[in-house]
């Protein structure tokens, strides 16, 4: 089939790279504007971008994937069907009804399970045990249309939102190639997700990243999982921002209050409502990322000391 890819991040070219390999062609792909990244904000290309383009392929770049000039372009090319990773954008009537088989998205959750914007996220959060990937046709409602294919994946108990997306990026690439064949050969026929099940997984904000100790350890231990590596888990000491690396369960470990801080000879551990957590690195503000005994030595804890 003739193909137009749209992906934006990193997770997205697995798949780009599989439909890339495969007998199928990928006449374009579509992807969001270049945009300030890293911490000279440089305007640099998305990864889709930079693969699509070593690759030789013509690269779109619309504001809004509803703007004129893109619709013209991709009426153009005359995709049979537009497979989409992570895009990142709307997409309207006036673009779904272009290709004749459709968009079909390959969405990180076992739908009807946590749609939208952060489904892996959320999946480690709530304490999920598995999760998975599922490809769908893409209608106007967030994440409802009609299921094509599904994959399994366990959340591991020390996955972080960056582990459990690498692994679902490759397999999801297979999964996604597996469903354009399937679409091209017509064996393959979509069916309505149900109605029971149905979660949202809405974007994770450095608010939301901020850890409260006075929650449970296994809570706390999961919502900085969930927030690495974006927006990236924080707290603060003397009223500066640090951020947190992966934390350990330490139970058995002497209770603390919320927040307190305690170095023993071989960790650093951190109270919570339950039992403590020994920490991982630190990002204190300003400085660079080490671990929690080298920041800790160049500390002297006073009784009024804590994260906060």
Not at 31 to 38: I, N
Not at 101 to 112: K, M
Not at 207 to 236: Q, S
Not at 285 to 290: L, P, V
Request: aromatic share 4%.
């Amino acid at each position: 089939m003739k193909l137009v890819f749209a992906g934006t991040p990193e997770t997205a070219v697995p798949s780009l790279d599989a439909l890339l390999a495969s007998g199928h062609e990928v006449a374009a792909v579509v992807t969001r504007p270049d945009a300030p990244a890293g911490r000279g904000r440089h305007v640099v290309a998305s990864p889709v971008a930079r693969r699509a383009e070593e690759a030789g392929v013509e690269v779109l770049r619309p504001a809004k994937a509803s703007d004129p000039e893109f619709l013209d372009r991709l009426r153009a090319i005359a995709p049979d069907c537009c497979p989409v990773v992570a895009y990142g954008a709307l997409l309207k009537p006036a673009a779904l009804e272009i290709p004749r088989h459709g968009w079909v998205n390959l969405h990180f959750s076992l739908l009807p399970a946590w749609r939208g914007a952060a489904p892996v996220q959320h999946a480690i959060l709530h304490g999920d045990d598995m999760t998975g990937a599922a490809t769908f046709e893409i209608e106007e409602g967030l994440d409802t249309g009609p299921v094509y294919g599904v994959l399994t994946e366990p959340i591991r108990p020390d996955d972080t939102t960056g582990d459990l997306l690498g692994r679902l990026a490759v397999a999801g690439a297979k999964l996604l190639l597996d469903t354009m064949d399937g679409i091209e050969a017509g064996v393959l026929e979509p069916r309505p997700q149900p109605d029971e099940g149905v979660s949202y997984a809405s974007k994770l904000t450095p608010e939301t990243a901020r850890v409260d100790w006075a929650k449970p350890a296994a809570h706390v231990h999961r919502l900085v999982r969930a927030c690495t590596p974006a927006p990236g888990p924080w707290t603060t000491f003397r009223d500066e921002r640090v951020k947190l690396g992966p934390l350990r369960l330490a139970v058995g470990a002497e209770r603390l209050d919320p927040g307190r801080l305690r170095a023993t000879r071989k960790e650093v551990l951190v109270g919570t409502a339950t039992h403590p957590l020994a920490l991982g690195e630190v990002q204190p503000q300003g400085k660079r990322r080490m671990a929690a005994a080298d920041w800790m030595r160049g500390l002297t804890l006073s009784e009024k000391d804590a994260f906060a």
